[in-house]
């Protein structure tokens, strides 16, 4: 894992699980109908986080262990979802799952990807996945069309600590394409969006591990930015995030 990755969004659990994005119901129906990934088939959350990939598949009846390094939002995620008869949390790391080999049909990774050491990734997935079993690497890619999404995204690389270097963008189809390999990967694509009012759109910026937090000397002149754009770009009181969400998915 890239160092600090499971410990950095220790201290932003609560705006992660309020105003993260979550995923296309439809994914689920895209897996299930390209890979006869059926309910009766164990899945592999790799950093689940607080479970919003893990609720997807939760939600349509399927047994999903989630594993995540970071105590504070595996918990979170025991909180949540502690009631679904399906959900397995699990301490472990992409490279180091503790999961048995051969058992699981599918695994998903959601916006996390990233944070993971490919290799050594790939060797633990292939481990741990059935012979059939499938991948799919999943992203929800803010789009940056609009004049609104454009300076947003300017008022990230302002302030953010390490956008740049960490940004889940920094992955490309190569190399994605170079996990998979030999296989093929397949990439589809649906379209997401949130709609925020000044609060929402506070707190999904300081959802993210590489903006300053509330004791952090840069936190308020970022807020005032904020409040800037928000103003210049709202409309009814309300500004909209879309998002490309991205499904790469495919035999390793």
Do not use: C
């Not at 994605?176 to 925020?196: C, D, G, M, Y």
């Amino acid at each position: 894992m890239v160092i600090n990755s499971t410990t950095r969004f220790s201290n932003r659990v609560e705006d992660y699980v309020k105003y993260r994005p979550g995923y296309p119901a439809e994914i689920v129906k895209f897996l299930h109908d390209t890979y006869n990934l059926t309910q009766d088939k164990l899945i592999a959350d790799i950093g689940a986080g607080t479970g919003i990939s893990t609720a997807l598949f939760l939600n349509k009846g399927y047994r999903v262990i989630a594993v995540e390094p970071n105590l504070e939002m595996r918990e979170k995620a025991i909180e949540l979802l502690g009631s679904y008869h399906g959900f397995i949390p699990k301490n472990g790391t992409a490279e180091n799952t503790g999961i048995e080999d051969n058992t699981i049909s599918a695994i998903i990774a959601g916006q996390a990807f990233h944070w993971f050491d490919a290799k050594k990734t790939r060797i633990e997935f292939k481990r741990i996945l059935k012979p059939d079993g499938i991948v799919a690497l999943i992203w929800n890619e803010r789009k940056t069309t609009s004049a609104f999404e454009q300076e947003y995204d300017e008022l990230i690389i302002k302030h953010g600590n390490d956008y740049v270097k960490v940004d889940h963008r920094n992955i490309d189809t190569e190399d994605i394409e170079a996990f998979f390999t030999p296989e093929p990967v397949h990439l589809e694509i649906f379209t997401n969006k949130q709609v925020f009012d000044f609060e929402g759109l506070k707190g999904r910026l300081l959802s993210s591990s590489y903006m300053p937090t509330r004791d952090d000397a840069g936190y308020q002149p970022m807020i005032n930015d904020l409040q800037a754009l928000f103003h210049k770009f709202q409309h009814d009181g309300v500004i909209v995030i879309n998002y490309d969400t991205k499904v790469y998915s495919g035999k390793l």
